[in-house]
């Protein structure tokens, strides 16, 4: 698909070929001549921008007291997740799998009391964060037959659509939120932009099933002010003749106009900011200083996408990956302490991805493409570390020698969607296609963001058995799986106990109340049974 540059587009808005473009142009097909919706966006003298659009989940973070954001952070090639989260518990033949890239076991930092994984010491800047509990890690994440194609892939993580090369809706993940709910997105911008992309425009996660990309994208600031200070360029209301055509005009002008809309918000947010530590000069940690700039300046965008490049470890594995570690080791570390001295680490919740694996068994010098790979996660929110996820068995291989996944990669979305971006349950499942389990223990816990559309959530079911020794059982069923609390509390609010606390599956569920244990007095009491927004309660009398 053509993509125009400025003195293209300004020669199709004089109009060359009006008659043609008058009979049989749409709004649609405009957009995609002009490389608007061919998933490159509009390029400014080497600068990719596009704006995103209006969204209730946008407007609802922007608009509550809600300001958590999400940093997700790509490593672009494929990551060989066995060197950096190494299966200490099956060294011996990890390392017979790896005779010359294995990392030796000197050179290991050991994650866990049980020690049963470790991270090398080229990573050695996160383990502050560990020891903090503000790293957690889920392994052997992937999805049904994987592709190994690096485009396929990464297509199929940003899309969340395991067939996607053969769906004719290429949507992202996100997009297909956004324009489930605005359709005219266009014409609905909000005061800020609701995503930012860094150097990360080849990613469709943003993207409409017409390719047009909904979040601002730019690799330097640089650039960004210096649109910022020329303000908008284009007349929109000297348009050609009345006519179909002067209509596509004018459209075409108002969306180069849009692009300039966010250019001084964002200049401004990162001309308050500051970064308070020093940043390495690496590709990731010059991105991440941005995003700090721009979280730490109030810029109030709540989804950012950043992008480390070099995975594609087929050779000179010994050389390339341990110097990406050191880079995400550095960059991460240096983002968090730079948010951390802003008052602002515990809004942020960062989350490592890549589009596969690498084999089990060394290359001549490297490691060829594989599956399933942990992601890491980073952040304050998360309240402890830990490891999840079924341990990587590096015997049960699939016919290629490669890892087979325990944890769809769709779970860790609806995760993040429902816990931690507070999208309501119903949603969430339509945004990704189906229903997948939501992944307990990371610590995510949602603050309800409340808006005018109808609430479908958990359905809760309940009712209460008393019992001759005077203890009761509350009895509830729930419609989908989810962390569940049960509490209970004294007639003027105050909580007493907890019965329940715990991720459970969808059904029937019992919680026992035993006054033995308590020594409560004889007195009126309530319970509450909470999952995500949910509650429902009753009351029971103590004798």
Known sequence: ?????????????????????????????FLQTLGIAGGAGITMGGFGLSALSAAPLHMALASSDNNRILVLIRLKGGNDGLNMIVPVYDYSRYKTNRPNIAIPQNQLIALGND??????????????????????????????????????????????????????????????????????YLENLPEIPGAIKISSGSSITYQTADRIDLAVNFNTPDKLIEIAEKGFVYDTVNLPDDCYYGDQVGFLRSILNITYKYAPKISEAYSAGTNEVN????????????????????????????????FDTHENQNISHPRLMADISAAISEFYADLEAGEKANDVLSMTFSEFGRRVRENDGGTDHGTAAPVMFFGPTLEGNGIFGKDPDLVDLDSVGN??????????????????????????????????????????????????????????????RSHADGSYTIEYEISRPGQIDVEVYTIMGQKISTLVHEYQDRGKHQAVFINQHLGLSSSMYIYVIRSGSASVSGKFLVR
């Open 115 to 184: 020690q049963k994984y470790a991270m090398p010491q080229t990573m050695n800047r996160l383990k502050p964060l560990w020891d903090n509990g503000h790293m957690k890690v889920i392994n052997s994440v992937g999805y049904p037959e994987h592709n190994l194609s690096h485009f396929t892939s990464s297509d199929i993580w940003n899309s969340a659509n395991e067939n996607i090369e053969s769906d004719s809706n290429k949507s992202g993940w996100l997009a297909r939120y956004l324009l489930d709910k605005t359709p005219d």
């Open 1 to 29: 698909m053509a993509i125009f540059h400025h003195k293209d587009i300004n020669n199709l808005l004089k109009g060359e070929h009006h008659d043609l473009e008058h009979r049989t142009w749409s709004r649609r097909s």
């Open 403 to 464: 890892l087979k996944h325990d944890t769809d990669f769709r779970s860790i979305y609806a995760t993040i969607l429902e816990s931690w971006l507070c999208i309501d349950a119903s949603h969430v499942d339509n945004i990704l296609g189906d229903v997948y389990e939501r992944i307990p223990g990371l610590g995510l816990n949602c603050l309800p963001v409340y808006t005018s559309e109808p609430v479908f959530t958990q359905q809760i079911q309940h009712k209460l």
């Open 279 to 310: 940043y390495s000069n690496n590709e990731l940690s010059r991105q991440l200083a941005i995003v700090a700039k721009l979280v730490k300046g109030n810029l109030g965008t709540r989804l950012y996408m950043v992008t480390l490049d070099g």
